[in-house]
């Protein structure tokens, strides 16, 4: 299984990184590592992923608890009830999630 990121940098605001593929054990520290090397603000974009298991739900877990990142899952994403059951906190697109960071 594997993954792909696709950093976007923010002209007046934060980086958008778009993920796409699959996050599991095997590679979920690989991810997590990944995604702490980028510097600043990140609103991460995870419509894109077709699959994502507990050791990628505790990946983002770390991640929200040690940097400024905001996560999206759109509404018709395979992602989506799972994230609400676990209490995952996310937005449904970027533009909504960049705004809090406009404030």
Same mark, same amino acid.
């Given at each position: 299984?594997?993954?792909?990121?696709? $950093?976007?940098?923010?002209?007046?605001? =934060?980086?958008? %990184?778009?993920?796409?593929?699959? $996050?599991?054990? %095997?590679?979920?520290?690989? +991810?997590?590592?990944?995604?702490?090397?980028? *510097?600043? =603000?990140?609103?991460?974009?995870?419509?894109?992923?077709?699959? !994502?298991? *507990?050791?990628? +739900?505790?990946? #983002?877990?770390? !991640? !929200?608890? &040690?940097?400024?990142?905001?996560?999206? $899952?759109? =509404?018709?994403?395979? !992602? &989506?009830? %799972?994230?609400? #059951? %676990?209490?995952?906190?996310?937005?449904?697109?970027?533009?909504?999630?960049?705004? =809090?960071? &406009?404030?």
């Amino acid at each position: 299984m594997a993954y792909t990121l696709h $950093i976007e940098p923010g002209t007046a605001g =934060p980086v958008t %990184v778009r993920v796409a593929g699959e $996050i599991d054990v %095997v590679n979920a520290g690989e +991810f997590e590592t990944e995604v702490k090397a980028i *510097s600043g =603000p990140l609103v991460l974009d995870l419509g894109g992923l077709d699959y !994502l298991d *507990s050791a990628g +739900f505790a990946a #983002l877990d770390a !991640l !929200l608890s &040690r940097r400024d990142l905001t996560v999206v $899952i759109p =509404p018709a994403s395979k !992602l &989506r009830k %799972v994230a609400s #059951l %676990v209490g995952l906190p996310h937005y449904d697109d970027v533009a909504a999630a960049g705004a =809090p960071h &406009r404030e």
